[in-house]
Structure formats: C-alpha cells, structure tokens
C-alpha cells in the first residue's frame, strides 16, 4: 500500500492554472464519513465565489448503515459552473473515494479521464471484503483511464492533529475535511466559508471546530507542498441576473414559500404534519418562524396531522400538512373531507421511492395518479408541481393562493430530488410577489354557507363564532346553498358537477403553457416537475447536434392549461420523461387522445441529459427512416 506521507514528492515548481467552465464533483463514503456535510460546505463556498450550481446528495435510508458495504454508502454531487446550469450533472470529473464502498459504488459513473482521489488508508482486507472486492483494486489495472490520486487521508489527518486535546475517534471523524481541503485547493476555493460556519456550529465547543480547520488547511497544505496535482483549476463566477443570491435547498423552499403566503395574505400560518422522509425538515424549518405567527403541530399520526389541519382552515388559518406516499394515502380521507365542506387547505407531497415503505431517501415522481384520483367518489383536487429547488418556493405561493382563492384542497407535488437539492436562488422583490389578501364573510345578511362567488365557484369562508353566520360541516353531502345534510340525487349530481366545475374554471386563471426551442420542431418533450433539468439540458444538446426539438414544463396538471391540447398538436412526436410508469403520459392520453411516447425511469434517481437526448434521437431517427 502506498504511503503518500512519505512517499509523495514535494513541489518545485508551482502548478499550472488552468480556467474551466464547469466541473461535476461527488463525495462518496461511509454514511459516518460526513460526505453530506463535506459536499455541503463545498457547495456553499462556490455559491459564496458565486458560481452556479445544482447538487444531488444521496444517502442510505438507514440512519447507520452497515459500515464498510455498498448499502452505507453516502454520496453528495455537486456540479458547479461559469454559467446557467439546469442539473448536478450526468456524471462526475472528480471522484473523492473514502473507502472501497465508496469507489465501487460510484467508479462507474466517473468519467474516462476524471481524477480518482482515494483514501488509501481504508483499503484494509475487511473493507474490501464488504465491498466485493476479491483483491485490491489500487493494486491491478481496474483504474487504468482514470486520473488516479492515492492518499493517506486518514493517517495525515491524525498525524495533523497529533498535538490536538480530543480522543482518537473524534480526530478520525475530521478526515472529511482533510479531504475538502484537498478539493478546495484543486479548485482555487477559499477556506474563509468553512472556517466561519465551523467556528459558529462549534461554538460551544471550540475544539472540535479548531480540529477540523486544522484538518481542512492539512489537506489544503498538502495539496499545495506535494506534486499530487499538476494543474490547479478556476471557474469563474456565473453571469446570472443582478441581485441577492443564496443558496436553496427545496424543502426550505416550500417553507420560505409558506411564511410568504402567510404574511401575503394577512393569514396566520398553520402547519399540523408527521414526521416523514423526505418532508420533515418542511416542519423543522417552518417551526422557527414563530416571530411570524406560524403555529406548527407535530401530530402523533398522519391521519391527526391533516385533520388539525383543516380545524385550522375552518378557523380561518392559512392550513397546511406536509407529507410523503405513504402518508398521503393515509391523509386521503381526511382530504375528501376537505373537497366536501370546501375548505382550503395545502397538502405537501415530497414524494419518494415506493410503493410502501420504499425507498424512503431516494427520488421518485410516482404519486402523480395518486394526487389527481387517491380518494373515493368523485373528488377532484387541483395539483400543482415544484420544478426545481428554487421553483419549490413559486409553486408554494400558487398552490396557497389557488387554495385561498377557490376554496379547495390543493396538492403541491414535490420530490426527494427537489427537496435535498439546491441551487442559487434569486430572493425576490417583495413588491413581486402575489397579493394573497382575502376576505371572510361576515354579514349574516341572507347569508348562504354554499353561496358561490359567480367568477370563481368558491363558497364564503366564514369563520366559527361570527354572529349569524352558524353552518355546518362534515362529511355528509351538503344541500345547495343551505349546507343542510342532503340525501336528494338531484342535489348530489349539482354538488358534484359544481365542485368540478369549481376545479376546472381554475384552467381561466393559470398561464397558457409556453414552448421553448425551435419553432419549427418535430418533437415536443413535455415534462412536470423535477425533470425540468434535465430535459433543459437534454433540449441544449439536442438542438446543438442539429435537431429540432423544442420543450414544454407544467407546473399546473389539474386543471392542464387550456391551450395544451392546441400546443401538443402542433407536434408530430410528443416524448414525456417520467421518474414513474408513465403518470402524465397516461392522462395526457385520456384527456386529449394524442399518442405520446412514455420514456419511464424508476431507479429512485433523477434522469442523465444523455438519456433523454438519446432517446430524441432515437424517436427522429425512427422517424426519418420511416420516411
């Protein structure tokens, strides 16, 4: 085994700089390694340089995994560049392999050529047992065509902290940032971002925070006193519209997002949820916006968490519950509940892998039948999806003020993907966002609980306890504008259609949807949610290798706009890209009989741009020799 304390060459000379536009950059380890952290402060630092950038963390389900195998691997992919960029990248130039998990598990998808930095230190006999390994594969020819960087980061890291006053397993636990310095000083990023959060995570223990720094500038050191590397790189700042930036995960998306409709719409905020992968830390963060009025109630069950949360839309409160598959189906119910007595109310669905317990951290786009047909009788709800990391916060604003608005349960659709990803995100102007203001009825004049608005359908939202307003709710079909329980057929056809109607006159009040890429294209790629990255850069691609093909994205897909079914018709090939069985295809095929091409992927990982750039190819070149 290599022993790069001893055996590394110092430099002579200095590097050689060399500027890129872009590079893709994954930690992968033991899911004890702290590669989540590592990729996180790597990636905030490059927001801080003021590069753009997606990221894709992935991490067992498992909150300590079998140490050492493929399962415990942990991961974070960062991609960051000099211009706009739509997706974390399809695969990594840079490696960073903690132990032989790690590098067995991510090998494949390092490109030829991409450099290969590996912990040697962990490539013991019973670490590469629980990998596979059946021999060393830094000892053979397996790594022939990759840019190979053996280094003792576990034994550097303790012997930089030898003077340190901290057990030896609290040292071992800084070799995460002996390697983010390496990385840092390999492309040109300062420690000051890193040193600063550590010093304030550990304030109150100073000496773990020092250890780390100490860690951190031992890799940098390394890297800039040995010859490891022979070629520094730089990537400049991206050139992005004017403004304030920050880095944005989706999940604090949606959180800001509910903060700002509450403040938007003079309503109080409240959040009644379940803990559930991967949509708590919507509640997590939510709950520190106390100065704001918000009230969060961690509910002992799903069923609970979404029935307080329609007692607070009854209430008068801006009402909200967020959740996964699982929990969805459990809130199903209690969301008919919500459709009959026409309250309105936000339902949160981070979806992930499934069916049941599933894949609980990985990503998925499979509740999308769900959201539209998950209850029982005619219950029809409007959905709206997140696109990105930084959309997840407009999405939020549009399914509260539909929501408010019309009276209704809405879905807003998200997914692991969004939720633990992150991107820059410009904070808006507050003079730009919608006004949500909204009255209650309060005149028991000739009051009518199902009274409907002529232009939107909604019913009044009168609040409990207001002098001759008293109503009823519950369950029960309620009688046409008394609100009575009513078991007339007559009444319960009106009731229906009038809910329906209610839902689809919601089409009159959305944007059309809006085609991007050549005019004259023979393939449209219409895509919802998170995929909007990657058929972005697939569409790129696609349009440089000399096709026509052009793109569309809904955020709204109950109701669809209503110039879809014209715009769809202006193509002769529709592709849809979907993380499911094809959800979206199926009802575009229901709804408007067109014949689409279903492109499905459920491997609980989003879509590569190659993938779905070659599968236009695929479709035109069929196409072209059918002609």
């Keep these: 085994m290599t022993d790069t304390t001893s055996e590394t060459p110092t430099r002579t000379t200095p590097p050689a700089t ?32 003021g590069n753009d950038l997606a990221t894709l963390p992935d991490f067992p389900a498992e909150i300590r995994a079998p140490a050492g195998t ?16 739509h997706t974390p990248g399809d695969a990594p130039d840079v490696l960073v392999a903690m132990n032989p998990a790690a590098l067995k598990k991510s090998l494949g998808d390092l490109k030829q050529g991409g450099i290969l930095i590996v912990n040697t230190d962990e490539f013991k006999a019973g670490n590469l047992k629980k990998a596979g390994y059946d021999s060393d594969p830094l000892e053979s020819d397996s790594l022939t065509g990759y ?12 012997t930089s902290l030898e003077e340190v006053d901290l057990d030896g397993r609290t040292k071992n636990r800084c070799k995460n940032f002996f390697a983010l310095g390496m990385v840092y000083w390999l492309f040109s990023r300062p420690l000051d971002n890193s040193i600063a959060w550590l010093r304030e995570k550990f304030a109150k223990r100073p000496e773990i925070a020092e250890a780390n720094i100490k860690a951190m500038k031992a890799g940098y050191n390394f890297c800039d006193i040995t010859q490891t590397f022979q070629t520094r790189y730089e990537i400049s700042p991206a050139k992005l519209p004017a403004g304030t930036y920050r880095n944005i995960m989706g999940n604090s998306a949606v959180s800001l997002g509910l903060v700002a409709a509450s403040r938007r719409s003079g309503l109080p905020l409240f959040l009644g949820s379940y803990p559930i992968t991967p949509a708590s830390d919507i509640l997590h963060e939510v709950s520190r916006f106390k100065n ?15 029935c307080s949360a329609i007692g607070a839309a009854f209430g008068g409160a801006l009402a909200v519950t967020t959740t996964s598959g699982p929990g969805l189906a459990l809130k199903s119910e209690a969301i008919n509940l919500a ?73 807003l659709m998200s997914d692991g993907y969004i939720a633990n990803g992150s991107e820059p995100w410009l904070l808006p102007k507050l003079e730009d966002l919608p006004d949500l203001r909204t009255e209650f009825h309060t005149s028991p004049d000739g009051f009518q609980p199902y009274r409907r608005d002529e232009k939107t359908l909604a019913r009044p939202w009168a609040i409990p ?65 998170s995929t909007l990255g990657s058929i972005t850069g697939a569409v790129i691609e696609s349009r440089k ?42 009802l575009i095929r229901a709804r408007y009989l067109k014949d689409v091409v279903s492109y499905s992927k459920v491997q609980g990982k989003p879509f590569y741009r190659h993938e779905i750039s070659g599968k236009i190819a695929e479709i035109l070149e069929g196409s072209n020799n059918v002609h």
């Design 292 to 306: 704001f009025g918000v009230t969060t109630f961690q509910a002992e069950d799903e069923i609970a968490a979404v």
């Design 70 to 85: 493929l399962p415990g691997v942990s991961a974070f992919q960062v991609r960051i560049a000099d211009y706009d960029i």
């Design 147 to 158: 840019r190979v960087v053996p280094a003792g980061i576990t034994k550097m890291t303790m």
């Design 339 to 411: 459709v009959i007595v026409e309250l309105p109310l936000v339902v949160c669905n981070i979806q992930r892998g499934g069916p049941s317990t599933g894949l609980p951290t990985k990503t998925e786009q499979s509740d999308l039948l769900q959201a539209m047909f998950g209850r029982n009788g005619e219950s029809p709800v409007p959905v709206v999806a997140a696109a990105s990391p930084g959309d997840a916060f407009d999405a939020t604003l549009e399914a509260c003020r539909i929501a408010i608005r019309y009276m209704v349960p809405v879905l």
């Design 465 to 529: 306890g207001t002098p001759g307003l008293e109503h009823r709710v519950g369950g029960l079909e309620k009688e046409h504008l008394t609100g009575n329980v009513s078991y007339d057929a007559d009444n319960h056809q009106l009731m229906t259609d009038l809910r329906a109607a209610k839902v689809e006159r919601i089409a009159d009040d959305i944007p059309d949807v809006e085609v991007h890429g050549d005019p004259d294209a023979e393939i449209l790629v219409l895509g919802w949610g």
């Design 18 to 49: 060399e500027r890129i536009d872009d590079v893709v950059v994954r930690f992968a380890g033991d899911s004890g390694d702290g590669m989540q952290l590592t990729g996180t402060q790597f990636t905030s630092t490059s927001a801080q340089v």
């Design 545 to 586: 290798q000399g096709h026509k093909v052009a793109r569309a994205h809904l955020r709204h897909i109950n109701p669809f706009p209503k110039n879809l079914e014209e715009t769809l018709g202006k193509f002769r090939h529709v592709l849809i890209p979907e993380m499911n069985g094809g959800q979206l295809s199926l």
